[in-house]
C-alpha cells in the first residue's frame, strides 16, 4: 500500500505542493529515495532512521521507496525529512490518523529534533492555497508561518513531541505571529546627529519623499556613510503587503529572526565592495536572492562606489530600472522584485581631497578614477549631491540638529500625496513613475517648461535623465504641496544634477 503525505518545497519567491509517496514491500531491506533528489535530500536516510530508533519508533526492516512527486522537479535541501519519517510511520501502521488536511516540513538532527529550515512564510502561504488546515513546522519558524490566516501552524520541536500530539495524547497549541507594529524609534540613530550638511540632509529628505536614488560625493570624513545610514529612520512605514513581501525573500535567504514573524522595519543593506556581480543579483544552482533584492523595498547603499568591480556596478543598471532581477541557470530562470532605493557615496579621486590643497592625484590618475563610474549608471542616479567639509564652528556646537522623528513627518506628508494620487495604479512613488503617465502626473507652468527646454539644450541631458528630472520636479511640487510643478521646482531639480558635468565634465 503507498501512503501519501503533504509536504512544500520552494523554487524562487514561489512554493509548490510535494508529495511524499511512500511504499514498503517484502525483499531486501533498502531505504530508496526517487524524485530528483539532490545529495542533502538522499542524506534523509540516514537522519530519518536514527530519528526514528532515537524516539522510540521502529523503523521498519522492508524495501522502503519513498517517491518526492512531482518527479520531473529539481528536490534540494533538508526540510523533506520530516514529512518522509511521517509517511514511513504511516506506512508501516505505528500511526494511525487521517493526515489529508496536514503538510510538513522540517529538518530533522539524529535525536529526534526537529531543526528550522528557509523559506517557511512562502510554504504557508502555499499550504493555505492548497487547502491544508495544519502545517507541522519547526519551532523556530513557527511565528512567521502563523502569518497565514486561515491556517493552524504547530511549532514541532522533537519527533516525540509530533507523535503525542497525531496521538492526541497531548496536544501541540498553534503558534501565533508575533505582533509586526514598530516604529522608527527602534533605531539607534538619528539624523540629530549630524552636524552641519543642510544641503545634503535636503536631498536625503527629498530622495525620501519621492523614492529616489542618490548619489554622495565629498572628501573623506565628511559624513556621506552616516547621512546613508540615517535614511531608513525618515522613510515611511512599510505597508503589510510590503512587509510580507520583503518578508518572503528573507525568509527564502534564511535572514528572518528566530521567533519573528515579518520584517516590520525597511531593509538597510550595505554591502562591500568585494561583492561579487552574484552575490548583488543572486546566484547558485537553483538562485537564491543577492544583495539588491535583500534591499527591496529598502535601501541599498553602495559605499567607495567606484571601488566596486565594474562588472558589479553595471549589473545594476537593467534591476534598478525594472524594480526586478532575473537569474538563469541549467537549473531555473528566477524572477525576484528589488525595488530598492539605491544611495551610493563615493570620494572625487584617489586620494580623496580632489579640489583642495591636500590632493595628490594628477589629473590622469582623476580622470581614470571617475572614469570607473560609467555614464549610463550616473544617469540612473536621480539625485547628485556634493558633501563638503563641515565648518568647525557646526561641529564643535551643542545645538542639535533636526531629529528623523520630524523630517519623517514631512515625508510621510509627502508620501500620502502620491498613496492619493497612484490610488488604483501600481505604482508606490513619484522615482516609478511610468513614461506613459510621466506627463500626466508631472504636468509643467509656462515658465517651468521653459526653463526646463534651456537647461535640457545647456546641459545636453538625455532623455532618462529629462524623465528623472520630473519626477524629483514632482517631488519637490509635492513637499511645496504644489499641483502644478513650477520654475523653482525644476530649479532646484537641476542643481541636483550638475556635479557629473563638474567632476565628470
Same mark, same amino acid.
Given at each position: 500500500m503507498v501512503v501519501?503525505?503533504? %509536504?512544500? #518545497? +520552494? +523554487? #524562487? &519567491? !514561489? $512554493?509548490? !505542493?510535494?508529495i511524499v509517496e511512500t511504499d514498503l514491500s517484502r525483499g531486501i531491506p533498502a531505504f530508496d529515495i526517487v524524485g530528483l533528489p539532490d545529495a542533502s535530500v538522499k542524506e534523509a536516510r540516514d537522519r530519518v532512521r536514527s530519528a526514528m530508533r532515537n524516539c522510540g519508533l521502529e523503523f521498519p526492516v522492508r524495501r522502503i521507496v519513498v517517491n518526492l512527486a512531482p518527479a520531473d522537479v529539481k528536490k534540494a535541501g533538508s526540510l523533506y525529512d520530516l514529512p518522509m519519517l511521517i509517511s514511513i510511520i504511516n506506512a508501516s501502521g505505528q500511526l494511525e490518523r487521517d493526515l489529508s488536511d496536514c503538510a510538513f516540513i522540517g529538518e530533522l538532527s539524529l535525536s529526534g529534533d526537529v531543526n528550522p529550515v528557509n523559506g517557511v512564510l512562502p510554504m504557508a502561504i502555499e499550504a493555505k492555497k492548497q487547502g491544508c488546515k495544519s502545517f507541522f513546522v519547526p519551532a523556530a519558524n513557527a511565528s512567521e508561518g502563523a502569518v497565514v490566516q486561515g491556517l493552524k501552524v504547530y511549532p514541532v520541536k522533537n519527533v516525540a513531541q509530533l507523535m503525542n500530539h497525531l496521538t492526541g495524547s497531548e496536544q501541540i497549541a498553534p503558534a501565533k505571529p508575533a505582533d509586526p507594529t514598530k516604529t522608527h524609534s527602534n533605531y539607534n540613530i538619528d539624523f540629530s546627529d549630524v552636524r552641519g550638511q543642510t544641503e545634503a540632509k535636503r536631498a536625503l529628505e527629498i530622495a525620501a519623499s519621492g523614492g529616489h536614488n542618490v548619489l554622495l560625493i565629498g572628501t573623506p570624513g565628511t559624513g556621506k556613510s552616516m547621512l546613508s545610514k540615517r535614511v531608513p529612520t525618515i522613510l515611511p512605514e512599510m505597508t503589510f503587503e510590503e512587509m510580507i513581501e520583503t518578508s518572503k525573500i528573507h525568509s527564502i535567504a534564511g535572514l528572518l529572526r528566530q521567533n519573528a514573524s515579518l520584517v516590520s522595519e525597511r531593509p538597510f543593506r550595505s554591502p562591500h565592495h568585494t561583492v561579487s556581480p552574484a552575490g548583488l543579483t543572486g546566484g547558485g544552482t537553483i538562485p537564491h536572492p543577492g544583495e539588491i533584492s535583500l534591499a527591496h523595498n529598502g535601501v541599498l547603499f553602495l559605499d567607495e562606489l567606484p571601488e566596486f568591480s565594474r562588472n558589479a556596478m553595471e549589473i545594476l543598471r537593467q534591476p534598478i530600472e525594472? #524594480?526586478?532581477? *532575473?537569474? %538563469?541557470?541549467?537549473? $531555473? *530562470?528566477? *524572477?525576484?522584485?528589488? %525595488?530598492? &532605493?539605491?544611495? $551610493? $557615496? &563615493?570620494?572625487?579621486c584617489p586620494c580623496g581631497y580632489y579640489g583642495t590643497p591636500k590632493c595628490t592625484c594628477s589629473p590622469k590618475a582623476v580622470a581614470n578614477y571617475l572614469a570607473k563610474v560609467s555614464g549610463p549608471l550616473l544617469d540612473r542616479l536621480d539625485l547628485h549631491v556634493e558633501v563638503p567639509a563641515v565648518d568647525f564652528n557646526e561641529l564643535s556646537s551643542f545645538e542639535k540638529g533636526e531629529s528623523s522623528a520630524e523630517i519623517k513627518k514631512r515625508v510621510d506628508k509627502v508620501r500620502a500625496i502620491q498613496n492619493e494620487r497612484f490610488r488604483g495604479t501600481s505604482i508606490t512613488c513619484n522615482a516609478r513613475i511610468t513614461a506613459g503617465l510621466l506627463h500626466e502626473m508631472c504636468p509643467l507652468d509656462d515658465d517651468a517648461m521653459q526653463f526646463m527646454k534651456n537647461q535640457y539644450q545647456l546641459l545636453g541631458l538625455s532623455a532618462r535623465a529629462y524623465d528623472k528630472l520630473l519626477k524629483v520636479g514632482r517631488t519637490i511640487a509635492d513637499m511645496d504641496n504644489s499641483e502644478v510643478i513650477k520654475k523653482l521646482h525644476i530649479f532646484e531639480a537641476v542643481q541636483f544634477r550638475n556635479l557629473d558635468r563638474k567632476y565628470w565634465k
Amino acid at each position: 500500500m503507498v501512503v501519501k503525505t503533504h %509536504s512544500l #518545497g +520552494l +523554487l #524562487g &519567491m !514561489e $512554493a509548490f !505542493e510535494i508529495i511524499v509517496e511512500t511504499d514498503l514491500s517484502r525483499g531486501i531491506p533498502a531505504f530508496d529515495i526517487v524524485g530528483l533528489p539532490d545529495a542533502s535530500v538522499k542524506e534523509a536516510r540516514d537522519r530519518v532512521r536514527s530519528a526514528m530508533r532515537n524516539c522510540g519508533l521502529e523503523f521498519p526492516v522492508r524495501r522502503i521507496v519513498v517517491n518526492l512527486a512531482p518527479a520531473d522537479v529539481k528536490k534540494a535541501g533538508s526540510l523533506y525529512d520530516l514529512p518522509m519519517l511521517i509517511s514511513i510511520i504511516n506506512a508501516s501502521g505505528q500511526l494511525e490518523r487521517d493526515l489529508s488536511d496536514c503538510a510538513f516540513i522540517g529538518e530533522l538532527s539524529l535525536s529526534g529534533d526537529v531543526n528550522p529550515v528557509n523559506g517557511v512564510l512562502p510554504m504557508a502561504i502555499e499550504a493555505k492555497k492548497q487547502g491544508c488546515k495544519s502545517f507541522f513546522v519547526p519551532a523556530a519558524n513557527a511565528s512567521e508561518g502563523a502569518v497565514v490566516q486561515g491556517l493552524k501552524v504547530y511549532p514541532v520541536k522533537n519527533v516525540a513531541q509530533l507523535m503525542n500530539h497525531l496521538t492526541g495524547s497531548e496536544q501541540i497549541a498553534p503558534a501565533k505571529p508575533a505582533d509586526p507594529t514598530k516604529t522608527h524609534s527602534n533605531y539607534n540613530i538619528d539624523f540629530s546627529d549630524v552636524r552641519g550638511q543642510t544641503e545634503a540632509k535636503r536631498a536625503l529628505e527629498i530622495a525620501a519623499s519621492g523614492g529616489h536614488n542618490v548619489l554622495l560625493i565629498g572628501t573623506p570624513g565628511t559624513g556621506k556613510s552616516m547621512l546613508s545610514k540615517r535614511v531608513p529612520t525618515i522613510l515611511p512605514e512599510m505597508t503589510f503587503e510590503e512587509m510580507i513581501e520583503t518578508s518572503k525573500i528573507h525568509s527564502i535567504a534564511g535572514l528572518l529572526r528566530q521567533n519573528a514573524s515579518l520584517v516590520s522595519e525597511r531593509p538597510f543593506r550595505s554591502p562591500h565592495h568585494t561583492v561579487s556581480p552574484a552575490g548583488l543579483t543572486g546566484g547558485g544552482t537553483i538562485p537564491h536572492p543577492g544583495e539588491i533584492s535583500l534591499a527591496h523595498n529598502g535601501v541599498l547603499f553602495l559605499d567607495e562606489l567606484p571601488e566596486f568591480s565594474r562588472n558589479a556596478m553595471e549589473i545594476l543598471r537593467q534591476p534598478i530600472e525594472d #524594480g526586478q532581477v *532575473t537569474i %538563469s541557470r541549467v537549473n $531555473a *530562470t528566477l *524572477t525576484y522584485p528589488c %525595488s530598492i &532605493m539605491l544611495i $551610493a $557615496a &563615493m570620494n572625487p579621486c584617489p586620494c580623496g581631497y580632489y579640489g583642495t590643497p591636500k590632493c595628490t592625484c594628477s589629473p590622469k590618475a582623476v580622470a581614470n578614477y571617475l572614469a570607473k563610474v560609467s555614464g549610463p549608471l550616473l544617469d540612473r542616479l536621480d539625485l547628485h549631491v556634493e558633501v563638503p567639509a563641515v565648518d568647525f564652528n557646526e561641529l564643535s556646537s551643542f545645538e542639535k540638529g533636526e531629529s528623523s522623528a520630524e523630517i519623517k513627518k514631512r515625508v510621510d506628508k509627502v508620501r500620502a500625496i502620491q498613496n492619493e494620487r497612484f490610488r488604483g495604479t501600481s505604482i508606490t512613488c513619484n522615482a516609478r513613475i511610468t513614461a506613459g503617465l510621466l506627463h500626466e502626473m508631472c504636468p509643467l507652468d509656462d515658465d517651468a517648461m521653459q526653463f526646463m527646454k534651456n537647461q535640457y539644450q545647456l546641459l545636453g541631458l538625455s532623455a532618462r535623465a529629462y524623465d528623472k528630472l520630473l519626477k524629483v520636479g514632482r517631488t519637490i511640487a509635492d513637499m511645496d504641496n504644489s499641483e502644478v510643478i513650477k520654475k523653482l521646482h525644476i530649479f532646484e531639480a537641476v542643481q541636483f544634477r550638475n556635479l557629473d558635468r563638474k567632476y565628470w565634465k
